[in-house]
């Protein structure tokens, strides 16, 4: 399952980044959207071949869905550094800029059906962002909210975001110990930020979950897991099949 890797996209507002596609199903999109870094060498993006984004692949074609995992277009590390959710509005413009041909590339994928996963500042991208605001084309399908996920009050408003509401579920999982200090900003913390993102969605209509870690900090999670346990595989062979691949017997007891 060889992906094709950092793929150069400038999107109409001028922000520039890269991403990655494994071609590994057909019945929806999973979009990946990593959490802040400073360096490179020090977040999953960087490496597709290898460690998370290699097994959310394996995790992806076990559920018949491609896989795409797209890097921030921030090009200013400096402060909280490499980000998805500082300027998330330009962000946005930049993602959805990029889904939409990239969508219209791939006829034989239900683009339709749209799985957004995010960690830590990806999360608050999806949360803040991209449900709030909404995706062209979007009517099925879900979100993995994996440490963070915060929202603004009211949510989803948006005529894009509607065909979301009532037919969209929202799995927020975030660490009891995922508090203050955590993390970077050191005032922020992702529970009460998933508490706030779930109350607001809730309210909106989403069909939302929250899942609270016992032990867990910000540095605990394992998103395939949590994927697994949101979106089962599209059969228990198939299931079978990414957990060998992937050498992580538990994904079995999760589809």
Not at 121 to 128: K, N, R, S
Request: aromatic residues 10%; proline residues 5%.
């Amino acid at each position: 399952m060889t992906p094709e890797t950092f793929i150069d996209f400038t999107a109409p507002n001028g922000l520039n980044s890269w991403y990655h596609v494994w071609r590994t199903g057909t019945a929806g999109i999973l979009y990946y959207f990593d959490g802040d870094y400073w360096d490179l060498d020090d977040t999953s993006i960087n490496w597709p071949e290898e460690g998370d984004l290699a097994r959310l692949a394996i995790a992806a074609q076990a559920r018949n869905l491609m896989f795409v995992a797209v890097n921030t277009p921030d090009e200013d590390g400096s402060g909280d550094g490499y980000t998805w959710w500082e300027d998330c509005k330009a962000n946005g413009r930049y993602f959805r800029a990029l889904h939409e041909p990239l969508a219209a590339q791939k006829p034989g994928v239900d683009s339709s059906n749209i799985w957004l996963l995010g960690y830590s500042g990806g999360a608050e991208f999806i949360t803040y962002e991209l449900l709030d605001r909404g995706i062209k084309g979007m009517t099925s399908g879900g979100a993995i909210i994996i440490g963070g996920g915060g929202a603004n009050h009211p949510v989803a408003t948006k005529k894009k975001a509607r065909p979301c509401i009532g037919s969209t579920a929202m799995h927020w999982w975030v660490g009891d110990r995922d508090v203050d200090g955590a993390t970077n900003p050191p005032e922020w913390s992702a529970l009460s930020a998933a508490e706030e993102g779930v109350a607001a969605y809730r309210a909106a209509g989403f069909d939302t979950h929250l899942h609270v870690l016992p032990g867990v900090d910000h540095e605990g999670y394992d998103a395939v897991e949590c994927l697994a346990r949101a979106l089962p595989a599209v059969s228990r062979s198939a299931g079978l099949r990414a957990a060998l691949s992937d050498g992580w017997v538990r994904l079995t007891r999760d589809t």
